[in-house]
């Protein structure tokens, strides 16, 4: 009998967008979306509710429904891991750990994000290498950092076939935006489209890496795909797409709107987060060992995130 696919945090960000993604390439029966709370009542597909901190039912689930492969999303961002630095820690790092031994007894591949919130002031901040100097200072950072080498142990340890990007700011429109630093990137546009006008949270200068959904998701089922002996990294390999500032992404949006407002209004919490992060990345690792190569530039996201949310919101 096929393996299935259980995607935590399935109505996330990546997961609104993964588990389409899962289900074309191999078949609706065999992906499970495992959420917490919010579930859109639109959800076509195969639905299990649980919580990734409690390891006894997520076992159960993996055996009732012959689960073979686990894309672990469920977690807290930077802004909501600041506001609840305990539940980050629970949730992002013991729910990893649960997921991490089920892996290893129940004999799982596994993917989980990372992100450049794993890297801190002290990090190079221009094209980041692959490996360097990581000293994260959010919560969200260090379960970040924590994750990775919690996940190069089992690995290393166990054999456990577990594969981590460390993903930029992601944009997409399927999912609302989460509590996040880089999500002013995804705001903005419903900001555009409802109101002609948003205040970017950040400084209008303030660069940072990021990309295009549809990027990230087939970057991430591209390393799933690959042979285990390209794997060379296993803590979390660096991956980016484009990169840009808030004036850059007003730039590109009035070349298309002219008459959209903004004005920068930093939050002085966020840029302090943003501040210590990366501003652009070196990703020759993931090209290298698994063939990496992003599609979406600045324009090509800016219009396709225009149409995407028009027709969401039926505008
Ligand atoms: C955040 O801003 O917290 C996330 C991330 C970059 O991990 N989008």
């Known amino acids: 009998m096929k393996k299935a696919i259980l995607v935590t945090g399935a109505f996330g960000l990546v997961g609104s967008d993964l588990v389409p993604a899962l289900q074309k390439k191999y078949g609706a029966s065999l992906v499970f979306a495992l959420g917490n709370k919010t579930i859109p009542k639109d959800f076509r597909g195969q639905l299990v509710k649980g ?12 055996t009732k429904y012959n689960i073979g492969i686990v894309y672990h999303l469920a977690g807290l961002l930077s802004v909501g891991g600041e506001k609840h630095p305990d539940l980050a820690w629970d ?7 649960n997921v991490l031994d089920l892996a290893r007894d129940e004999h799982l591949r596994m993917f989980w994000p990372s992100s450049i919130a794993a890297f801190g002031p002290t990090t190079p901040k221009d094209m980041t290498p692959q490996h360097t100097v990581i000293e994260p200072t959010t919560m969200y950072g260090i379960t970040k950092y924590a994750g990775e080498l919690l996940c190069q142990y089992y690995h290393s340890r166990w054999g456990v076939d577990v594969r981590s990007l460390r993903y930029p700011g992601l944009i997409g429109y399927k999912a609302p935006p989460g509590d996040g630093t880089t999500e002013y990137a995804v705001h903005i546009f419903y900001g555009l489209l409802k109101e002609n006008a948003y205040n970017p949270f950040l400084k209008a200068d303030a660069r940072l890496p990021m990309m295009y959904i549809d990027d990230a998701i087939r970057g991430t089922m591209q390393l799933m795909a690959a042979p285990a002996d390209k794997i060379t990294v296993r803590t979390s390999y660096n991956f980016t797409a484009i990169n840009f500032t808030p004036k ?3 730039t590109e949006i009035k070349k ?12 002085p919490a966020k ?28 324009p090509t996201m800016t219009k396709t995130m225009i149409n995407g949310l028009k027709k969401k919101l039926a505008i």
């Open 256 to 267: 298309l709107y002219p008459t959209f407002k903004a004005a920068y209004v930093p939050d």
């Open 271 to 298: 840029q302090r987060i943003a501040d210590g992060w990366p501003k652009s990345i070196d990703d020759t690792q993931a090209r290298k060992d698994w063939g990496w190569k992003p599609e979406f530039d600045l």
């Open 248 to 250: 850059e992404l007003v």
């Open 91 to 97: 949730v992002n790092l013991n729910g990893l750990r």
């Open 51 to 62: 919580d990734v901190r409690d390891l006894s039912s997520l076992k159960k689930i993996v």
